[in-house]
């Protein structure tokens, strides 16, 4: 089996939002972004995915496991990083670790030493006295000091410094170098998954617009530039977003090899980034 998690059809309605057969697969070793604007249904895929709400329909699976079958077994196997600390912040680092680590069959002491150096912690510091950045990365210790073949993020690099945020993406990138391991990771910061994620899942207003490989995503859509005079009722059904202004427009396609035939080589196209396709994606809709 190759598919560490597989969604399918995943549906939940609340009274003003509804998540709508929600679909996507993360292959071992991999980086999968999840991305989409506020309110579109990543935090309740999340929830869902976790089985912290119930869902109305679908199937979640885990490691081929069904999730609410074998919920223990799963989460035993999952490191779990959000966005704030749910730790004791009373406490100090050590002592949360004594909390935390009976809960977990394959906990490594010396493996979560090791990460604590690396991350430079003073475990005898309270967990309120750490930075974000520090509470984050005692997050990731403690996820990998247990073994964890999936590791869950949400929004981890939200309010860290330029800094920070490139150390926790190379520690990402070094976990996933053991290609039985996995990270979905969830966040607005576009920037990053550029630089880090193998596959990208994109949610908008509670369904999946499209979740393919990063490259694959990259190499079909293109940002396009040219003269108002370019626009018309059927070039305009190119787009999937459109910005004009007095010196032209400029616009996200989805297929450049299409548009560049249609415009007939009048235009520029250039590579769009992951924020480029998100906006104007929303803003199209």
Known sequence: MNNILEVSNLSKEYKDFKLKNINFSLEKGYIMGFIGPNGAGKSTTIKLMMNLVNKDAGE???FGLDYLQDEKKI?????FVYDESHYYEELTVEKNKKIIAPFYRHWDENTFQEYLNRFDIDPKKKVKQLSKG??????????LSHKADLIIM???TSGLDPIFRREILDILYSIIQDETKSIFFSTHITTDLDKVADYIT?????????SKSKDEILDNYGLVKGGLDLLN??????????????????GLAGNIHEVRKAF??????????????MVYTVRGR
């Open 202 to 210: 994109f949610i908008d207003n509670g369904s999946i617009v499209f």
């Open 233 to 250: 009722d059927k070039t305009k059904d190119f787009f999937l977003g459109l910005r004009k202004n007095a010196f032209g427009f400029e």
């Open 75 to 79: 989460k035993s196997r999952i490191g």
């Open 264 to 277: 007939n080589n009048n235009i520029i196209i250039e590579k769009p980034t992951l924020e480029d396709i």
């Open 60 to 62: 979640i699976k885990v």
């Open 154 to 156: 949400d929004e981890p």
């Open 134 to 143: 520090t509470k984050m990365k005692f997050s990731l210790a403690v996820a």
